[in-house]
Antibody, heavy 120, light 108 residues
Framework: QVQLVESGGGVVQPGRSLRLSCVGSGFTLTSYAMHWVRQAPGKGLEWVGIIWFDGSNTFYGDSVKGRFTISRDNSKNTLYLQMNSLRVEDTAVYYC?????????????WGQGTLVTVSS | SYVLTQPPSVSVAPGQTARITCEGDNIGSKSVHWYQQKPGQAPVLVIFYDSDRPSGIPERISGSNSGNTAALTISRVEAGDEADYFCQVWDHNTDHAIFGGGTKLTVL
């Protein structure tokens, strides 16, 4: 069965970096577009970015563009989110999500999330 | 950028029908997806492409989309339906995912 497990969250000071991981099981990451979505405490969902199924492209939301980078290691079936120049407003639970295979498709599977707290 | 507006809260008595709306400019021309999120848990897809249900989602949960309003309808509401519900579309101009602000469903 499909499973996504995030890790790497924690407390970090503003301006520092952190890398999140998302290990997939029950399927091959390279067959799906994969996303990161975040949720600030008590707030709604915010899309962070996407890596295409073939890894040829990545796109990001305006609030993280230029600071965050999505990548993956196919041999480990693992998705990454490199977060640089972190800000207090980046504090959130970060979810990785698999997109269904179709145009304008929904997020059909989600990890349990990992909490990132940016604080001095 | 494209904006989706949801009511912050909806309350309904058990056994009644809850309707949660999601408003956006000509949203009827887009495909709308709905997610249910219970406290401390990840979101779960409950409706996709306006009105399709993933396997395991009960038939009493349905969706519609027309004009400037999409809606999630939950019939015969149960205590276990109490959760936050989020609508989501893809912005055709940017190809970014857009979420509504979420609606907290309270079962009285």
């Amino acid at each position: 069965q499909v499973q996504l497990v995030e890790s790497g969250g924690g407390v970090v000071q503003p301006g520092r970096s952190l890398r999140l991981s998302c290990v997939g099981s029950g399927f091959t990451l390279t067959s799906y577009a994969m996303h990161w979505v975040r949720q600030a405490p008590g707030k709604g969902l915010e899309w962070v970015g996407i890596i295409w199924f073939d890894g040829s492209n990545t796109f990001y939301g305006d609030s993280v563009k230029g600071r965050f980078t999505i990548s993956r290691d196919n041999s480990k079936n693992t998705l990454y989110l490199q977060m640089n120049s972190l800000r207090v407003e980046d504090t959130a639970v970060y979810y990785c999500a698999r997109q269904q295979k179709a145009n304008r498709a929904p997020f059909e599977s989600w990890g349990q999330g990992t909490l990132v707290t940016v604080s001095s | 950028s494209y904006v989706l507006t949801q009511p912050p809260s909806v309350s309904v008595a058990p056994g009644q029908t809850a309707r949660i709306t999601c408003e956006g400019d000509n949203i009827g021309s887009k495909s709308v997806h709905w997610y249910q999120q219970k406290p401390g848990q990840a979101p779960v897809l409950v409706i996709f492409y306006d009105s399709d249900r993933p396997s395991g989602i009960p038939e009493r949960i349905s969706g519609s989309n027309s004009g400037n309003t999409a809606a999630l309808t939950i019939s015969r509401v149960e205590a276990g339906d109490e959760a936050d519900y989020f609508c989501q579309v893809w912005d055709h101009n940017t190809d970014h995912a857009i979420f509504g602000g979420g609606t907290k469903l309270t079962v009285l």
